[in-house]
């Protein structure tokens, strides 16, 4: 994983990202998918949590540190690691799933199938209920409609 890792993100990267100083969850399962010389190709670690929407209980499935090294890109690595995440939450009734992403990540993950949430997501922050303004929301379908307005309590920190 640390060589998938250092492949996709410089140092340089990584000690000036803004998200370094966040608090993140960590994922509960890994995806790992090989390519055909068995090198490890992309990764997505997956999480499964009780939120809330617009006060309403729902199981929410998360995936984040979605990464594909360099030399896999455009193989369609990251996307089969997306489906198992979706296919992991189908096994355990989540009712939609749920991701951060840069923006220019956006139509990537739209043609993925996700769709952009456009209200607002609390997250915990050193023991605080704030709102997630860091980078951009995506929701997809699970065993429920997934909601595109409204508040989203993730009931713990982003992923």
Not at 9 to 33: K, M, N
Not at 83 to 93: N, Q
Not at 96 to 121: A, K, Q
């Amino acid at each position: 994983m640390r060589t998938l890792t250092e492949a996709v993100y410089s140092l340089e990267d990584a000690a000036g990202w803004p998200g370094r100083d966040l608090e993140w969850s960590a994922a509960q399962i890994d995806i790992f998918l090989s390519d055909e010389t068995d090198r490890l190709a992309s990764y997505a670690g997956v999480v499964v949590r009780q939120g809330r929407v617009d006060h309403r209980p729902v199981v929410i499935g998360g995936v984040g540190g979605v990464k594909t090294h360099p030399d896999a890109r455009g193989k369609g690595y990251a996307a089969v690691v997306m489906t198992e995440a979706a296919l992991f939450w189908a096994d355990r009734r989540v009712d939609f799933g749920l991701l951060v992403c840069e923006p220019g990540l956006i139509d990537y993950y739209s043609r993925l199938g996700w769709s952009e949430f456009s209200g607002t997501l609390m997250t915990l922050q050193k023991g605080r209920l704030e709102p997630f303004e860091f980078n951009r929301v995506m929701v997809r379908d699970v065993a429920s409609r997934a909601p595109v307005v409204g508040t989203i309590d993730l009931a713990g920190p982003p992923w």
